[in-house]
Nanobody, 111 residues
Framework: QVQLVESGGGLVQPGGSLRLSCEAS????????MGWYRQAPGKPREFVAR???????SYADSVNGRFTISRDNAKNTVYLQMNGLKPEDTAVYYC?????WGQGTQVTVSS
């Protein structure tokens, strides 16, 4: 079955950076659009970024210009480079194929 395993979350100060990774297994990774979503406490899950099978990215307005999504098909991995982090970026970040979801990784932005 499909497994998505996120890593790279943690505690970072405002203005800092983190790089999330999501390693996929059980699927032909290269043909999938991969996405990142996030969910803050008490809020619905929201779209962050996605990258098509051809490598075309798209972003939520709230992260555009600060976050970069990329993929390495040889490693079955999708990345989310997050720069200029703000307290409002605090959330659990999830990797998805839109059919399957990872377990999430916590990102906390606080001084």
């Amino acid at each position: 079955q499909v497994q998505l395993v996120e890593s790279g979350g943690g505690l970072v100060q405002p203005g800092g950076s983190l790089r999330l990774s999501c390693e996929a297994s059980g699927l032909i990774f290269s043909i999938y659009t991969m996405g990142w979503y996030r969910q803050a406490p008490g809020k619905p899950r929201e779209f962050v970024a996605r990258i098509s099978s051809s490598g075309r990215p798209s972003y939520a307005d709230s992260v555009n210009g600060r976050f970069t999504i990329s993929r390495d098909n040889a490693k079955n991995t999708v990345y989310l480079q997050m720069n200029g982090l703000k307290p409002e970026d605090t959330a659990v970040y999830y990797c998805t194929t839109n059919n399957d979801w990872g377990q999430g990784t916590q990102v906390t932005v606080s001084s």
